[in-house]
């Protein structure tokens, strides 16, 4: 893969991240009932830190030449109050990001990178932490 397709799916990274900040925010806000005492602090800490891999992302694809998106994934964010709604749809965005990582990671490996590994791989780690989180809270 040449650094023109990776700063590419690197930008399809950080879409997801720019949606998830949104959608973590939109949630943490709507949650209602006893469960907002559990996940309004959990949405707000995967809020911060897809804004945090989202800095990250962003500096990487201009450290490889390239503009980062500045849209998120056009990808719906499903308003409901529903704290299971809002865990199915934080599962299934956590999911797409970690696909996307895991393709990102293997790219690098071929292009030799060991910085650019080294911060992508600390947040293919973390998606794959809050998917673990997510699907143990679904249970």
Same mark, same amino acid.
């Given at each position: 893969?040449?650094?023109? =397709? &990776? /700063?590419? /799916?690197?930008? #399809?990274?950080? %879409?997801?991240?720019?949606?998830?900040?949104?959608? !973590?925010?939109? !949630?943490?806000? =709507?949650?209602?009932?006893? =469960?907002? +005492?559990?996940?309004?602090?959990?949405?707000?800490?995967?809020?911060?830190?897809?804004?945090?891999?989202?800095?990250?992302?962003?500096?990487?694809?201009?450290?490889? %030449?390239?503009?980062?998106?500045?849209?998120?994934?056009?990808?719906?964010?499903?308003?409901?109050?529903?704290?299971?709604?809002?865990?199915? !749809?934080? &599962?299934?965005?956590?999911?797409?990001?970690?696909?996307?990582?895991?393709? /990102?990671?293997?790219?690098? #490996?071929? +292009? %030799?990178?060991?910085?650019?590994?080294?911060?992508?791989?600390?947040?293919?780690?973390? #998606?794959?932490?809050?998917? #673990?989180?997510?699907?143990? +809270?679904?249970?």
């Amino acid at each position: 893969m040449t650094e023109h =397709n &990776l /700063i590419q /799916i690197l930008n #399809e990274a950080l %879409g997801w991240e720019l949606r998830a900040a949104n959608m !973590y925010a939109h !949630y943490a806000a =709507n949650i209602r009932g006893i =469960n907002r +005492l559990q996940l309004s602090p959990l949405f707000t800490s995967e809020a911060t830190e897809s804004t945090a891999h989202a800095d990250i992302v962003r500096k990487a694809i201009v450290k490889l %030449g390239g503009v980062p998106v500045t849209e998120r994934n056009s990808h719906e964010i499903i308003h409901t109050t529903q704290f299971d709604e809002m865990l199915v !749809y934080s &599962l299934e965005t956590e999911t797409q990001a970690a696909t996307v990582y895991s393709k /990102i990671m293997v790219e690098i #490996e071929i +292009l %030799g990178d060991q910085d650019l590994h080294d911060a992508i791989e600390q947040i293919y780690l973390a #998606e794959l932490r809050s998917l #673990e989180e997510l699907r143990l +809270l679904m249970e």
